[in-house]
């Protein structure tokens, strides 16, 4: 298994806070010490890491802990390899062209036969069943609609895809095409929004505490998804299995498989 | 106008030497202050790095400069803008993903009404005339062949798609499927391949000399590319506007418009 992390934001927000917990868990805190990539959305470009080593012990992970990048969309993974070898064209987020648009994938979990399922347009560079769960969510995107649809349509089309893949297994993942964040709860997931009044969080693995009302503004809304919990004294919430986040500037819609939508419990 | 720096080898080989001269042009010794990018194959992915921000001043930069990533094939790029925004999004080398191949791509000079050029599947994530051409490219290839199609077809076809992209205005590039590093000098573009009886070399903007006959295997053949001679002790071969250079394990063939085969001059 692997652990995800993602970010959605209203303004550009910085993650080493949430990144520094993950990074300690590929290899050092966690086991997952096969590899580890993250991707920072800013505009419709992204910068983008992958090192099919562990996060624990890397010289580049450690820079990314010093550098301030800001950005309204992250999404993060640590890898233990299931299937496919270790190296990197195998190390998640996966990332494609769609509609001019910059799309980012991200997988936790086990899809059994999905290699079976035909691809038309994207192709793996790797060996993976996640790259090809991707290939085929974008394939059955660009089958459909030859330019971007409207937020409302496309929500529901990858919601109904996210459905179809956690047919064969174990489908956590996260998605993003630069505009919004998606993410599908198979069997574990957790988030939760910072919003003002903001207070501490202390993470889970180490010492590191934040006072949030110092380190954001007024207006500042950030929704922080993950497989585990990365902070010790706030109310995460766990993802229902089956349902999809649609996150955008920071807000949390959820749809259910039969594409009802609900409202968050933490606004509800 | 741009610079560009390439790489092919037969065993996987640091570039850090050539790198450092190619990031002080981005803002120090050189005026391509608009952003840089550097792809390192590894197998059939890439790490690749990307920064809006003069590279001279990078901190991502340094790093690069101290970590030995081995490749037998990279592209890197540092720009000065003349179309397209200073963003993320227009940030050399591009990729895209082509017959589950990783395709990487970066261009130094100008195309007049390249955007008018139908695209059909590959689209433009940022606003630059390159990554149009770059897309253009694809989209072609895409259209004669399903799948990867034989190195020798594959290396004409990229020739006479860079020969019709040339008549639009200056179009050196360089071009890899993570198989075969293409440059096509459309203005400006020189070369040196160094293999035993290894000699010293030093750079042109600094005293960092190094002894590759320390440094590499006697079997080691390396060709580096780049807009501008980056050794001041070594001899740099000029590439003949309208040439495509086609290097695989470091070794050099030339194409030129018309198909034929000529040897390199350090060959022939």
């Known amino acids: 298994m692997c652990e995800l992390l993602g970010m959605s934001a209203n303004v550009p927000t910085d993650i080493r806070f949430s990144f520094a917990a993950l990074a300690r868990r590929g290899g050092e805190t966690g086991p997952h010490a096969d590899g580890w990539g993250i991707a920072f959305y800013e505009g419709r470009g992204a910068r983008a890491f992958h090192e099919p080593e562990p996060s624990a012990q890397s010289e580049l992970a450690r820079l990314l802990r010093r550098m301030p990048i800001k950005s309204r969309i992250v999404i993060a993974h640590v890898r233990k390899a299931n299937r496919g070898r270790v190296n990197l064209e195998n190390t ?34 790797g060996s993976t069943d996640s790259e090809h769960a991707f290939c085929w969510m974008l394939d059955q995107l ?113 749809l259910t498989p039969t594409g009802r939508k609900v409202a968050p419990p933490c606004e509800g």
Chains 1, 2 share one sequence.
């Not at 007024?218 to 993802?239: F, M, Q, Y």
Request: charged share 25%; aromatic share 10%; with cysteine.
């Open 92 to 125: 998640h987020p996966f990332s494609r062209e769609l509609w001019g648009r910059r799309w980012t994938f991200a997988h936790n979990g086990q899809l059994k036969g999905v290699k079976k399922w035909p691809l038309a347009w994207f192709k793996p560079v």
């Open 142 to 254: 660009q089958e459909r609609w030859r330019d971007l649809p409207s937020p409302t349509r496309l929500d529901r089309a990858v919601a109904d895809l996210c459905a179809e893949l956690n047919t064969l297994g174990v489908f956590n993942m996260l998605l993003s095409d630069s505009r919004t964040l998606y993410a599908h709860c198979g069997k574990r997931l957790c988030y939760l929004t910072r919003r003002a009044p903001f207070g501490t969080a202390t993470l889970v693995d180490e010492d590191w505490r934040v006072d949030f009302a110092q380190e954001t503004g007024a207006d500042d809304v950030v929704t922080v998804i993950a497989t585990k919990a990365l902070t010790r004294d706030e109310c995460w919430t766990d993802v229902e299995r089956g349902h999809v986040l649609v996150l955008r500037d920071g807000a949390v819609h959820v």
